[in-house]
């Protein structure tokens, strides 16, 4: 594994990749923590159900916002792959299809958000329609951590690669090594542990860190 070479090339597609990495970071959090997050209550069907048909247009925003976020990531995946593919082609590749499937996944899951949203908003002869919703909508709480599965293992690859790459700090290619083992941590629990699930969650925080600093280190690349 040789280390990279800067060129004005390189610094101007790590710079898109961070403005990508903003937006991931602003409407992931945003989808989640802000928006459809507060509506959700995985323990009260009927509350859960009150509250989204209350705020239709922020439940919809919120599956508008994961739908930029999965696209988006999938461009960063393709520009990150084009920035390391010269220092280690077979790893750079490897991390590029992880975080593809990642975004698959997770788009792929907004079709639980969907089908919840029809049945609370055209079943209206549906016995129970707030339960039958709730279960498509912790389907794609599932979904979600399935994606970060594979998201974790591409966390460790571009960790490596950021680590050996000659242009960014070793501190970066720790902190998302790092994230990778809590994503694949925190995904394993909820899928085989879910009752260890909120104990663990505040080690997320360390993932938000270590992902927002390297997307502020690509935003401020500059070329040799």
Not at 3 to 22: C, E, H, K, M, W
Not at 156 to 177: E, P
Not at 192 to 220: D, G, K, N
Request: charged letters at 10%.
């Amino acid at each position: 594994m040789t280390a990279l070479t800067l060129t004005n090339d390189i610094a101007r597609r790590a710079r898109l990749s961070g403005l990508l990495y903003l937006v991931i970071i602003v409407t992931g959090l945003g989808a989640e923590l802000g928006l459809r997050g507060p509506l959700i209550d995985l323990s009260d069907a009927d509350a859960t159900a009150a509250a989204i048909l209350a705020a239709p247009g922020r439940f919809r925003l919120a599956i508008a916002a994961d739908l930029v976020m999965a696209l988006s990531d999938a461009g960063l995946a393709i520009l990150l792959y084009l920035i390391f593919r010269t220092m280690a082609p077979g790893l750079a590749l490897s991390a590029m299809v992880f975080r593809l499937v990642q975004a698959v996944l997770i788009a792929a899951s907004l079709m639980a958000l969907l089908t919840a949203w029809l049945v609370l908003t055209r079943a209206e002869g549906l016995a129970d329609a707030p339960t039958l919703a709730l279960v498509f909508l912790d389907l794609h709480a599932h979904g979600y951590d399935l994606g970060l599965v594979f998201f974790g293992v591409n966390s460790l690859m571009m960790g490596l690669l950021v680590w050996h790459s000659g242009i960014f700090a070793k501190v970066f290619g720790a902190g998302l090594a790092l994230a990778g083992l809590v994503y694949l941590t925190g995904s394993g629990l909820r899928l085989l542990a879910p009752e260890w699930s909120p104990v663990f969650a505040p080690a997320y925080a360390l993932t938000i860190l270590a992902e927002t600093a390297f997307c502020l280190r690509l935003l401020t690349q500059r070329g040799p």
